[in-house]
């Protein structure tokens, strides 16, 4: 895909805009079983990560679409005894709310654009109780820049997080792309895991 170095303004949404495009599209082109079988293995690295296991209290988007399948890893975590945590979208405020569940798929329901979210009633959670984050995108590159929906759902929710907290993101192959338009202010993940690698990125990469 085209450099997007030095964009801004228009030229940087329009960007990102197409880089959305594009890679929704290799992304909703994986047949099924193809994308059942990367999940898996996506799911088996992250539980293997030492953040993964040194964390009891997982921040878990669930999945939509064509979206790798983070039940997998939110399954794993409440089997092994962590706190497994779910954003609710609140649109009016254009921030996501944390709950606690204990139960998939009892604990959540088809919410905001038909996104799994939890019920209403789920407990509370501050986002300073989180220690380890799966964090959702359509693509990411070798820097750690991640591309979400447009939203900025997670651009308002990450720096809540303690600084320490372990931001990972699960993606297929077709997900990792050269560069990802960003601004200088555009958060970083962590890690990056796709079925085949794991890409660990230092918090200090721009």
């Known amino acids: 895909m085209a450099s997007s170095a030095g964009l801004a303004g228009p030229a940087l949404r329009e960007a990102k805009r197409a880089m959305r495009t594009a890679v929704v599209g290799l992304r909703d082109a994986l047949a099924p079983d193809d994308r059942a079988a ?114 900025g759902y997670y651009d308002r929710l990450l720096p809540l997080l303690r600084a320490e907290v372990a931001r990972i993101a699960g993606a297929f192959d077709v997900q990792v792309v050269d560069r990802v338009p960003a601004a200088a202010h555009d958060l970083v993940v962590d890690t990056i895991v796709t079925p085949t690698r794991v890409l660990d990125v230092p918090r200090s990469a721009p």
């Open 38 to 151: 990367a999940s898996r293995s996506i799911a088996a690295r992250i539980l293997a990560l030492p953040a993964w296991a040194a964390g009891s209290v997982a921040l878990v988007t669930l999945p939509f679409r064509s979206e790798w399948d983070t039940t997998l890893v939110a399954r794993a975590a409440l089997a092994a005894g962590k706190r497994v945590v779910v954003p609710r979208v609140d649109a009016v405020a254009r921030v996501l709310l944390l709950h606690a569940i204990d139960d998939l798929p009892g604990s959540v329901a088809p919410g905001y654009r038909g996104i799994p979210e939890p019920h209403a009633d789920a407990p509370v959670v501050d986002p300073s109780a989180i220690d380890i984050a799966i964090v959702p995108g359509v693509a990411f590159d070798a820097t750690g820049r991640r591309l979400g929906y447009g939203g």
